[in-house]
């Protein structure tokens, strides 16, 4: 993800990549959070969690709309751009068909579902972030 400082505004300028089963203890013992990061402007420790419970499957009725996947509890820091990566999941509609560990970082994803003998795909992924 690309990240903003929300204290002084600075673009981290390298991707930061946050995934639920990472867990780093905030300074002072306040908890922890998926990614504690420092910024390199104003020096302030800002970080993000993944709220686990808001985790939402994208199935094919939500095709070519925008639902919300996931929700995120930032401090300090806001999300501004999303690169998917690998680990992604889908299933065939009508087969029932499961195809794991998808890479999604070319924003297309493509195979044959040998159950229902024809090609499936995931194209043209897109996102937007709402802030709460």
């Known amino acids: 993800m690309g990240m903003k400082c929300g204290n002084c505004g600075e673009i981290s300028e390298k991707w930061q990549y946050i995934r639920l089963m990472d867990s780093v203890a905030l300074k002072g013992?306040?908890?922890s959070a998926s990614m504690v990061q420092k910024c390199k402007l104003c020096a302030?420790?800002?970080?993000?969690?993944i709220l686990s419970s808001t985790i939402k499957s994208y199935n094919a009725e939500d095709n070519e709309k925008f639902k919300t996947i996931v929700e995120f509890e930032c401090r300090g820091l806001e999300p501004i751009d999303f690169q998917p990566q690998a680990g992604f999941a889908a299933e065939g509609v009508e087969s029932g068909t499961v195809?794991?560990?998808?890479n999604l970082q070319e924003k297309d994803w493509t195979d044959y579902d040998e159950k229902a003998q024809e090609s499936v795909g995931i194209f043209e992924v897109t996102h937007q972030f709402v802030k709460c």
């Open 29 to 31: 013992g306040r908890g």
């Open 99 to 102: 195809f794991s560990d998808i």
């Open 44 to 49: 302030r420790e800002n970080s993000i969690e």
